[in-house]
T-cell receptor, first 110, second 118 residues
Framework: SQQGEEDPQALSIQEGENATMNCSYK?????LQWYRQNSGRGLVHLIL?????REKHSGRLRVTLDTSKKSSSLLITASRAADTASYFC??????????FGKGNQVVVIP | GAVVSQHPSWVICKSGTSVKIECRSL??????MFWYRQFPKQSLMLMAT?????????EQGVEKDKFLINHASLTLSTLTVTSAHPEDSSFYIC??????????????FGSGTRLTVV
């Protein structure tokens, strides 16, 4: 069963705007990871936040984790056309496995 | 950085034939690799965990005899779709973590294989 579940979104924004997407999960996780996937390609790891962390930054990315609500959010600031992709969250579980959510399609309009 | 090479990137095969997909870690050793399946506009579903030198661990509902996994070395895992049928058509992606696991550091993914069974 899938661990992470994003609010299904198809987000369309103008270049320069911020993009926010959310993810919820059902069971315990060791960490929460976000990945980007360009159409028909593999996944690229963006950022990982551990279960004992609340917020983390990496460049234009900001991720939050609320373990009490079992939810996470990913914010991409000052979006660029190259940010157009699908974004997945994944819960890190035992045995080093990941459970992926449904994904958010983000389109950044130049 | 860690690089995972997956080959082929796409393959078309006839129904009833078998197809082998390779996943190689190019600049690191991976005791564990993972195989996922992804349908169009859907998420990744973990199929199995490939363990170097031992049998793969399959997720519930995944047929072991249908999807044969071999992880004979620390840099190579293969997924063979046996007696493929049109319903096996999908996007298959592998991922790998460095020896000792990378659950706390993120995984490196291959570029995926688009399988079409006709």
């Amino acid at each position: 069963s899938q661990q992470g579940e994003e609010d299904p979104q198809a987000l369309s924004i103008q270049e320069g705007e911020n993009a926010t997407m959310n993810c919820s999960y059902k069971t315990s996780i060791n960490n929460l990871q976000w990945y980007r996937q360009n159409s028909g390609r593999g996944l690229v790891h963006l950022i990982l936040i551990r279960s004992n962390e609340r917020e983390k930054h990496s460049g234009r990315l900001r991720v939050t984790l609320d373990t009490s609500k079992k939810s996470s959010s990913l914010l991409i600031t000052a979006s660029r056309a190259a940010d157009t992709a699908s974004y997945f969250c994944a819960g890190g579980r035992g045995n080093n496995r990941l459970a992926f959510g449904k994904g958010n399609q983000v389109v950044v309009i130049p | 950085g860690a690089v995972v090479s997956q080959h082929p990137s796409w393959v078309i095969c006839k129904s009833g034939t078998s197809v082998k997909i390779e996943c190689r870690s190019l600049d690191f050793q991976a005791t564990t690799m993972f195989w996922y399946r992804q349908f169009p506009k859907q998420s990744l579903m973990l199929m199995a965990t490939s363990n170097e030198g031992s049998k793969a661990t399959y997720e519930q509902g995944v047929e072991k005899d249908k999807f044969l996994i071999n992880h004979a070395s620390l840099t190579l895992s293969t997924l063979t779709v046996t007696s493929a049928h049109p319903e096996d058509s999908s996007f298959y992606i592998c991922s790998a973590g460095k020896t000792g696991g990378r659950a706390n550091y993120g995984y490196t993914f291959g570029s995926g294989t688009r399988l079409t069974v006709v």
